[in-house]
């Protein structure tokens, strides 16, 4: 039997009752299984000697002890024993609250086993919490020692394991009730994984795991445990995540190169590695791809050559006939680095065979931008597009989706309301979804359900595809979480920048010198230049505490300030979430034609907004955002020939993490080095894009931690596979 096939409930241990029960409910406890995959979070050494002199240096001590006198303090019903005691190093008090009855259990001159944490109060060596077990009640005079101390250890549990706990379960309660459920059920547990990897890979097998997790000889022998389960874990989650692969696409995630951020930091191809590259794109492109190509007023880059190469050969892959096969690539490239034409070019691939695409972005001023540069570039090429988002009005919307029906409409732009039930496609082959981080797993599995279809003629053998997925995304994942979280995707990664493109300027500024951020705008804003000003708030905050003015400046406040005070001879406009959609559409509009020269706006600048002719990028409360929000934002400047600039402007108030955040943000312009520092600084749970995916359910592995044994867990894991599929 596997463990989490034991479905017992806890009720049939002997010992747990009702009130157990609930208590061990609040641990989310409920069957004989679920207690014994209840892992320690850590192990209590008692094998080995900490005498009372050394509880300085240790969080707990770990002795033989005598007893050497009772005494009291306190009155009345708070009257409380304290036992002193001593080891040949030192003497100490243990404080035995609500235990008067400790008085006869360890009476004067008995020898005791006692493992706590200990302080000096009072000029006295004094513990409050503590393990305390009887040797002997009658001892000889002599302290115990060094040397017969030791024996005395041993004679108690080993290594204890330590687990996280909840009001009114006591860690002695749990670690008992775990060793009834341990000899009952843990005997005959089954391993998850084959047993030719555990062999090769020198793994403990389950039953032994768990038993040594919950009742270890050794400290060693309970790490060993740890590594195996971590082990198991990943293999796991590697085996799902290609097992989805070869159901949606009948074969493993390839293994990308893998993107080493040193490579990224000097990437260049040499003059011949690039005219390869480009060849081969060259003759991949079709009739229609090649004239979108002349009319574009630059030249694609090597990256975005290379991409788009992988992306044709992989939707003609999906059209051959009978193919189960559909590309499910995710598109890294940090931002700016052109994704948006990427994605179009393969749109125009899949109107070149006459199949329908959804391209899905998390905005409404994003999907617009999106639908206005498609128009741009293939309208003139006969590409039927359409743009759908919550706003339109019904008629229209019903129209758009007849047509979308009955496949007249080629490409529709739009946001969430792609994904509404009554958007019916009359062929989808392909799914683009932009900033994919904003999205969840199981939106994404809605899209592609709209263009499910059946894949094989033969009666037998009823197959079905399901459309090829593009995924974009601008805030890089780490190589290490991409494996586990997009680990059924394959990864391209632009490493290259459009070309004449400066490296955004980063400066760090204190609240107090912004008048010089201000002058520094102002001459950029004299040179025809254009600006934005980021607040973290949109509105003051309102406390019910006036005399602590948070001191956060808000987008609201500051816009009257930027356009009265500072800026009053040029054009101020604000936005942010609150402000109408068609508002914010027109001053988007304006801000691209220059008729707002500054933009006083919250995060919502943060995707997408793409404005050549701005420059400078003033960021308030800096410490306010997350690291990939802040290079988001960055990232709105930099996008034409000219120098730009970024402030990230802070308080005084600065947490160490803040510190390093926005010393992270200055020292690097590389978003996959930032995220890679992102992940240290916060951890995987927190990254963006990991937590909203709804992938990561570790609960021993941590697969930044464990990257290592990910790499090898993954390796045995589609091996496996790969045997099993192949006969
Ligand atoms: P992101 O990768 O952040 O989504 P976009 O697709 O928004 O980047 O592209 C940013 C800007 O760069 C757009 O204005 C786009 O037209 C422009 N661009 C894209 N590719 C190139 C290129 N090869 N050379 C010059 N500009 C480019
Ligand atoms: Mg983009």
């Not at 293999?235 to 080493?260: C, M, N, W």
């Not at 590259?277 to 090597?302: C, G, M, N, Y």
């Amino acid at each position: 039997m596997k463990l989490s096939q034991i479905t017992v409930p806890v009720t049939a241990l002997a010992g747990v009752g009702a009130s157990t029960e609930k208590l061990l409910a609040n641990l989310n406890i409920f069957t004989v299984g679920d207690l014994l995959t209840y892992w320690p979070k850590t192990w209590d050494d008692r094998t080995k000697l900490i005498p009372l002199a050394e509880f300085a240096n240790h969080k707990k001590v770990n002795t033989v002890a005598k007893v050497i006198d009772h005494a009291w303090f306190g009155y009345g019903r708070m009257r409380t024993l304290k036992l002193v005691i001593a080891d040949s190093s030192a003497q100490a008090e243990l404080l035995c609250f609500n235990r008067p009855f400790m008085e006869k259990m360890f009476p004067v001159d008995s020898l005791i086993r006692v493992n706590g944490s200990f302080y000096v109060k009072y000029r006295t060596l004094q513990s409050a919490s503590f393990d305390i077990s009887l040797i002997t009640e009658a001892s000889s005079d002599v302290l115990p020692d060094a040397e017969n101390m030791e024996q005395y250890l041993h004679t108690g549990n080993g290594v204890l394991p330590v687990y996280a706990l909840t009001a009114g379960l006591s860690q002695t309660q749990l670690r008992k009730i775990i060793g009834v459920a341990l000899r009952q059920y843990a005997k005959g547990i089954e391993n998850e994984i084959p047993e030719d990897v555990i062999k090769r890979q020198k793994l403990m097998s389950k039953a032994e795991c768990v038993f040594a997790m919950h009742a270890p000889q050794t400290p060693e022998q309970a790490e060993k445990a740890r590594q195996s389960l971590i082990f198991e874990e990943l293999y796991l989650f590697q085996k799902a995540i290609g097992e989805r692969s070869l159901q949606h696409r009948g074969s493993l995630p390839v293994e990308t190169d893998t993107i080493s951020t040193d490579l990224l930091a000097a990437h260049s191809l040499s003059p011949s590695d690039e005219q390869a590259v480009e060849k081969t794109f060259t003759a991949s492109l079709s009739p229609r791809q090649k004239d979108a190509i002349a009319r574009l007023p630059f030249k694609l880059t090597t990256g975005q050559m290379s991409v788009i190469t992988q992306i044709n050969a992989d939707i003609d892959k999906s059209y051959e006939k009978e193919s189960r096969f559909s590309m499910a690539r995710l598109i890294q490239g940090d931002v700016g680095s052109g994704k948006t034409l990427v994605a179009f070019f393969g749109c125009l691939r899949i109107c070149d065979y006459g199949g329908q695409c959804a391209l899905l972005a998390p905005t409404e001023l994003l999907a617009r931008q999106h639908a206005e540069n498609a128009a741009q570039l293939l309208e003139p090429l006969s590409v039927k597009l359409a743009f759908l988002t919550g706003n339109l009005k019904a008629a229209e919307r019903n129209k758009l989706l007849k047509e979308l029906k009955e496949g007249n409409i080629n490409i529709v732009i739009g946001t969430h309301a792609l994904f509404s039930s009554n958007v019916v496609y009359k062929d989808l082959r392909l799914a683009v979804i932009d900033e994919q981080h904003r999205f969840g797993v199981l939106q994404r599995n809605a899209i592609l359900e709209k263009g499910r279809r059946e894949a094989s003629s033969s009666a037998q053998e009823q197959a079905f595809a399901v459309p090829n997925l593009l995924m974009m995304s601008a805030t890089p994942i780490p190589q290490t979480l991409a494996l586990t979280v997009f680990g059924d995707l394959d990864v391209s990664v632009i490493t290259t920048m459009p070309h004449g493109r400066l490296p955004v300027k980063t400066h760090l500024c204190r609240e107090e010198s912004r008048e010089n951020v201000f002058s520094f705008v102002r001459k950029e804003l004299e040179q025809g230049r254009q600006a934005y000003f980021v607040y973290p708030l949109i509105k003051a905050q309102e406390t019910d505490d006036t005399d602590t003015d948070s001191g956060l400046k808000s987008a609201e406040e500051m816009f009257e300030t930027l356009q009265k005070k500072i800026f009053p001879d040029y054009s101020v406009a604000l936005i942010h979430s609150q402000v109408d959609e068609e508002k914010q559409r027109s001053l988007m509009a304006d801000f691209k034609e220059n008729k707002i020269q500054i933009l006083v706006a919250t995060s919502v600048v943060e995707v997408g907004v793409d404005v050549p002719n701005a420059t400078c990028m003033v960021i308030t409360h800096a410490e306010r955002f997350g690291l990939a929000a802040l290079h988001q934002l960055r990232g709105r400047v930099g996008r034409g020939t000219a120098q730009s600039h970024c402030f990230l402007v802070y308080s005084d108030k600065l947490t160490e993490t803040g510190k390093a955040r926005l010393k992270a943000l200055y020292e690097s312009n590389n978003g996959f080095v930032i995220a890679e520092q992102d992940l240290e600084l916060r951890g995987p749970g927190e990254v963006l894009g990991v937590q909203q995916s709804g992938y990561l359910t570790l609960s021993i592995a941590d697969p930044v931690r464990d990257s290592a044994i990910l790499q090898i867990a993954r390796k045995e894991a589609f091996a496996t596979l790969q045997t099993a599929y192949a006969t």
